[in-house]
């Protein structure tokens, strides 16, 4: 009896110091793989989630102290009900109302992302929130700027402390933190998830079955399950606007085969995600579809061999093909009060 009151008393004291060594430490956030899902790419080894760094990159998300005059937030472009995008012009608009030549990608499962922008600029999500901070139609800034800022205001040295063991700010730390707030923004409970996890009471309507065989059959190759998006890169014979003249790719590497080429999106949460295509030239999904099955220039530069082939869809058929899109949409991350405003 002895030797057993010994080993609770050892035990709970090796609790108690444990628990003050933690004291003062950052609480880590396990990130979760949804079921079947592929390896994330990204090394939460060197950047590991805590609730402390996720609600700093919040913060940080939210404030338009980001901006040259103030005014513009990461959230001006990126709302959550859309899905982290917006729905509201064609393409984006930033700092004294000058707009860019794309329309936002949305923010969503980036853990699984090797390359960013519509034309795979930034090959690491730790560095591409210095793109629209820099970026003169966005916020046109410098993050040395934004440090100073930042060293000025108790709040972001109380915060930064909590998230990083002391006060010090720092460009790393500030794009750490941003990283841990986006690779946070896990959308996986669509109606889609649900009935691939078999979850009781939840099945497709014929109308959703019809579109998942249409799915599966036209578009799966390049918006693969259950990510749907390969995260590769595709010319899809979109014509080019000859006002923005805008050659995607080719821009970031100057090969002629990168012309007209332009990052594969998720398509998760489509329905909130409006206007489509990397210019936002089409409103409505029905749109999106008569063009695949009717307005792509075969003769395209590099245009994808998958889209060679007609897809032959009637107005039935589209239909059927967008009921089960929406079955993509993720009401529960859309209205999440993780990700919203910090209050």
């Known amino acids: ?35 079947k899902w592929p390896k994330p790419h990204y090394d939460f080894f060197k950047n590991p989630l805590t609730q402390e760094g996720f609600e ?10 980001l901006s040259r005059d103030s005014t513009i937030s990461c959230a001006s472009c990126h709302l959550q009900y859309t899905g982290f995008t917006h729905v509201d012009h064609k393409v984006s608009h930033g700092i004294d109302g000058r707009k860019g030549t794309r329309n936002s990608l949305v923010l969503i ?15 690491h999500i730790e560095v591409q929130g210095l793109n629209p901070i ?58 889609y998830d649900q009935v691939m996890r ?17 799915f599966r059959k036209n578009c799966a190759l390049c918006h693969t399950e ?24 080719y821009n970031i590497t100057h090969h002629s085969k990168d012309s007209l080429v332009f990052k594969i999106p998720t398509l998760r949460n489509i329905e909130y995600t409006f206007p489509y295509m990397h210019d936002g030239r089409f409103k409505k999904l029905k749109e999106v579809l008569t063009f695949y099955s009717e307005g792509i220039n075969k003769k395209a530069i590099n245009l994808h061999p998958k889209l060679q082939k ?34």
């Open 1 to 35: 009896m002895a030797n057993k009151i010994f080993l609770i008393i050892l035990s709970l004291g090796s609790l108690i110091l444990w628990s003050f060594k933690q004291i003062g430490e950052p609480t880590i956030i396990e990130f979760q793989v949804p079921k």
């Open 109 to 123: 499962n980036l853990a699984w992302n090797k390359s960013f922008h519509w034309d795979g600029g930034v090959n």
């Open 198 to 214: 078999k979850e009781k009471g939840v099945t497709f309507s014929q109308q959703e079955k019809n579109g998942l065989i249409l």
């Open 134 to 191: 820099q970026h003169q139609v966005e916020m046109d800034n410098t993050i040395e700027e934004v440090i100073k800022r930042l060293q000025k205001s108790n709040l972001y040295l109380e915060l930064f402390e909590r998230a990083f063991g002391n006060k010090e700010i720092t460009t790393t730390r500030v794009m750490k933190a941003l990283t841990q707030f986006n690779l946070s923004l896990v959308s996986s409970n669509s109606k």
């Open 226 to 249: 259950p990510l749907f998006t390969n995260t590769f890169f595709a010319s899809n014979g979109l014509p080019i606007d000859t006002l923005l003249k805008d050659y995607g790719r």
């Open 56 to 65: 700093l990159g919040r913060k940080l998300f939210y404030d338009p102290i």
């Open 310 to 343: 007609t897809m032959v869809i009637n107005e039935n058929q589209k239909k059927d093909l967008i009921a089960f899109l929406h079955t993509l949409s993720d009401k529960e991350f859309l209205f999440d009060k993780r990700y919203s405003f910090p209050k």
